[in-house]
């Protein structure tokens, strides 16, 4: 399938127009089926806000969607160029479901408890190495603490990235979409990083073979009428 994508020719941009009819029209699917699924699985956490915004974000020039917080409430948004970019309803579907699957798997508080253990972890190794050679600096040991929650964010998001695959997959499906098709988006070769040197969306997220697995065993699941267990 991957080879596939690869394969075909450059794509059709979508006009602004057919864009946010494919969004208006998806979206209207997905919301009401992730809001049931994160209800389902979110247990006795009624803590967990399963109603969430889809929106699109008219001012990012970059392929892109996220899961956010905007103040309390919790935010999915894709840009107008991933929009347009798209090849299918399945497609969008299929990044929608995944979106929803960070919401479930509650990765931002998640990433942000990481993140600060991996800084703090690696603030303590440093400072126990510029103790010993009698020459601490408070300055090293604070760039340290920033290196390792950025290294500790990045270790833990593609983990993230494949659980949310395997939510986006029963969400997409649920809705009746394809996931399968709609994995064929992060299928093409993309560079890791942009222009500019940041990561780009394809570089935070897993390789293409780990996707692919990842998508067909959970619809082998879902054919097998293996469900999902509630958290606990």
Known sequence: MFAEARAEGPRRTLSAAAAESRFQRVAARIQPTGRRYCESLAGERSNLNCNVMLQIDREMKQRNA???????????????????????????????????????????????QQALAGALLLGVI??????????????????????????????????????????????????????VKGAK??????????????????????????????VLATMQQIDAKIGLQKAQ
């Open 185 to 214: 988006f992060f299928a093409r070769a993309e560079a890791a990083r942009t222009s500019a040197g940041n990561l780009s969306f394809w570089g935070t997220h897993p390789p293409d073979a780990k996707r692919l697995a990842t």
């Open 126 to 179: 440093t400072a126990a190495a510029t103790v010993n050679s009698a020459s601490y600096n408070p300055n090293t040991v604070s760039q340290s603490m920033d290196v390792g929650a950025a290294a500790s964010a990045m270790a833990y998001s593609q983990t993230y990235e494949l659980e949310s695959d395997t939510l986006g997959t029963r969400i997409a499906r649920a809705a009746g979409y394809d996931p």
């Open 66 to 112: 996220y899961f956010t917080y905007d103040g309390k409430e919790p935010v999915i948004r894709i840009s107008m160029p991933m929009l347009q970019d798209s090849a299918s309803d399945d497609e969008v579907g299929f990044i929608l479901g995944h979106e929803y699957g960070h919401l479930i798997g509650r990765h931002i508080q998640k990433q942000q």
